[in-house]
């Protein structure tokens, strides 16, 4: 059943695209653990990455406060011991992978509760190692958003849900054994937030459309909103331990979606006051966390519609004046270390879980061990077959045939929605490495990725679907771009001109340069089918007899033997919804097309292929839903070929010229796997 989901909160299938920040100053990555190594296994093998996703919650366990969790908008729970230096999943009996909020017992820190978009609550007795359906009086057709523990009777557990109908709070007196509503003076709306008072647990705050406040346990509500306007939904709340009158509400603006801001109570919820002085006045509050020893320091994460403006802001003052600490990531969640105030935690949209150590004024990724990126884009170093970049969100890079992953995002502007859409490495000199991206352009590294910085000159169209070099003068360069049709660079990327005479679409999605004529290029484009051009650029010429569909999203070229092309496209309907995928070979040249296999087609169906370099009659075809096809004899025959492969949302594939071959796959959600063809 669909449910009208918080919109603050992320979930699984509307991150296509996920909006891509700096990070600043290429933050450090942390150890891989002792011995460990990917599967051995003649299988799909899933990476140690690029660890990042969509974190909805971080929970830590008070009385360990290293044991934290992370719940995530497309890979479930993941739980670190180490405080962030290394996660493990920790899903086991959890139904439902898109995890809204997460909150540990502060007496019995084993005892661990989570809420999912579509399968409501589950708990664990275990600290996370099992866990199993918590929903015995929640309606189905709830979704929790927030959850509150009593610090004094911690079996005593509170949740706040959004419904199509009627949202609300439930309260447990058994540790989410059974659940009973207590909303007697809601108003039927999502409940977005939860405080109990640490001294007074009978007194509970929630936050729907304003804040509402009960003196006893729950069993009556009433309006505590006086100053806060009447459309803002709280999406968080903080109670003063010291001075528990003195409450903190962020809030968005619940007819324009994220305008909002922070207020102050001093008074126990009857009157609030803008609390925002130093913030961004358009941008709604997505969390707030309370240093555990001076609370009149708090951290806030405004984000505003248009994500120009996103990060953490701290005010050391109670709220009288905010100044930003981190002005990169758009923030959903964050938690501070009980034990240890200078130490807090963010999760992110598209970059997981930063950590600081130094009360916010320098932060840094911790997400090693999670493997849950939206791929978008892959490349393997043919000179280093262990060496492969992937995109999304930014650029992330591994060494070791993905053991572990690092960051490589320095000089990608921040202000820009820079999720890499293709990689191109140069084969003469493999350090030098291109980055076609979703608003930006493209950026090029000198230093394998070390750093990087636009080359856009003439580039008219920023959004660059696609890359492809001369292999035999690799500083031409090709960029299919969406609605400005295919640049051309010969200049290694300093400058760029519109090559389209004769090109009839201007969306072009996948290039492809022929290894033994360099001046023919391929290009498929979105709705057109496949354009071909004999002089490298200047003039195209549609090819597309027995080319049924003409959304083509991959093309490759086989290197043996030229005049064999591989496309994967898809069909549309008017409304834009795939009707019909396949892949398609010609054999000469592009002249015409066969069949040569079809697939489910979900989203945009065959999106990714990948040709064999030793053994040149197999073929790797990625589909959106179904995962990996596989040929072995040039296309007659295929099978589908994902065993191990947890995550079958395709997206892209590379194959290192290893022996026997190396093959990566980019999944939406899965991070990259990994097969060696042995």
Not at 63 to 73: C, E, F, M, T, V
Not at 357 to 373: C, E, H, I, P, T
Not at 395 to 409: C, E, M, Q, R
């Amino acid at each position: 059943m669909a449910h009208a989901r918080d919109p603050m909160r992320l979930s699984s299938r509307a991150l296509t695209i996920a909006v891509a920040i700096w990070v600043m100053g290429g933050p450090s990555v942390t150890e891989v653990a002792a011995g460990e190594r990917l599967s051995d296994v003649p299988q799909w093998n899933q990476t140690g990455g690029p660890g990042a996703g969509h974190v909805n919650s971080v929970a830590i366990d008070p009385s360990q406060p290293k044991i934290l969790y992370r719940g995530d908008a497309l890979s479930g729970i993941h739980r670190t011991l180490s405080g962030g230096g290394r996660w493990r999943p920790a899903s086991q009996g959890i139904t439902d992978l898109n995890i809204q909020v997460l909150a540990v017992d502060p007496v019995n820190g084993s005892n661990v509760y989570a809420g999912t978009s579509y399968n409501g609550m589950f708990r664990s007795n275990n600290s996370g190692k099992n866990w199993v359906p918590a929903n015995s009086g929640i309606p189905d057709s709830s979704w929790p958003a927030a959850i509150a523990v009593d610090t004094v009777s911690p079996s005593t557990v509170y949740v706040g849900v959004g419904d199509n109908a009627n949202g609300g709070v439930y309260k447990s007196i058994d540790g989410a054994a059974n659940w009973f509503p207590v909303n007697h003076g809601l108003p039927g709306n999502n409940v977005t937030a939860l405080a109990i008072d640490p001294t007074d647990p009978a007194t509970v705050y929630a936050g729907t459309t304003g804040v509402f406040k009960s003196i006893d346990g729950g069993a009556n509500w009433v309006d505590a909103s006086n100053g806060i306007p009447d459309i803002d939904q709280v999406h968080a709340l903080a109670i003063d331990p010291s001075s528990p009158s003195t409450v903190y509400a962020g809030t968005s603006d619940g007819a324009q979606g994220l305008n909002g801001g922070v207020y102050k109570s001093t008074d126990g919820g009857l009157n609030w006051v803008p609390s925002r002085a130093g913030m961004p006045i358009d941008a709604g509050i997505t969390a707030l966390a309370m240093d555990p020893k001076d609370p009149s320091t708090l951290y806030a994460s405004p984000v505003d519609a248009d994500f120009s403006t996103v990060g953490i802001y701290k005010t050391t003052n109670g709220g009288a004046l905010w100044e930003a600490v981190n002005q990169s990531f758009i923030v959903q969640t964050l938690a501070i270390d009980p034990l240890n105030e200078t130490t807090i935690y963010a999760g992110t949209i598209g970059w997981g879980v930063i950590k600081s150590v130094d009360a916010g004024q320098r932060w840094k990724l911790a997400n090693a061990g999670v493997a849950n990126s939206i791929v978008k884009a892959m490349a393997a170093d043919a000179s280093a077959p262990a060496t492969v970049y992937a995109g999304c969100p930014g650029a992330s890079k591994t060494v070791d045939g993905g053991l572990l992953w690092v960051p490589k995002n320095r000089g990608i502007d921040p202000d820009l929605e820079h999720c890499p859409l293709a990689l191109a490495i140069d084969p003469s000199a493999p350090s030098t490495v291109y980055a076609g991206t979703a608003g930006g352009g493209v950026f090029k590294s000198i230093d394998a990725g070390a750093n990087w910085g636009p080359v856009n000159a003439g580039l008219t169209q920023k959004y660059v679907e696609a890359l492809a070099l001369d292999p035999s003068a690799p500083s031409t360069i090709y960029a299919g771009t969406i609605s400005g049709g295919v640049f051309k660079s010969t200049n290694a990327g300093e400058v760029w001109a519109p090559v389209n005479h004769g090109l009839t679409n201007l969306d072009v999605l996948a290039l492809a340069v022929d290894p033994s004529v360099s001046t023919t290029v391929y290009a498929g484009t979105g709705g057109g089918g496949v354009f071909k051009s004999n002089d490298g650029g200047a003039q195209w010429t549609p090819m597309n007899a027995g080319l049924s569909q003409r959304y083509v999203r991959a093309l490759v070229i086989d290197p043996s033997a030229p005049g064999s092309v591989y496309v994967g496209a898809h069909q549309e309907d008017d409304e834009g919804f795939c009707t019909a995928t396949s892949v398609f070979k010609s054999t000469n040249g592009g002249t015409s097309w066969t069949m040569s296999t079809g697939g489910r087609c979900v989203g945009s169906g065959f999106v990714a292929l990948a040709i064999d370099p030793a053994a040149t009659a197999t073929v790797y075809a990625g589909n959106d839903f179904d995962g990996v096809y596989r040929t072995v004899d040039a296309g007659q025959s295929w099978a589908p070929f994902n065993e191990g492969l947890s995550n079958t949302e395709v997206t892209e594939l590379a194959i290192a010229a290893t022996v026997p071959s190396t093959v990566y796959v980019g999944t939406s959600g899965g991070g990259v796997f990994k097969y060696v063809n042995g």
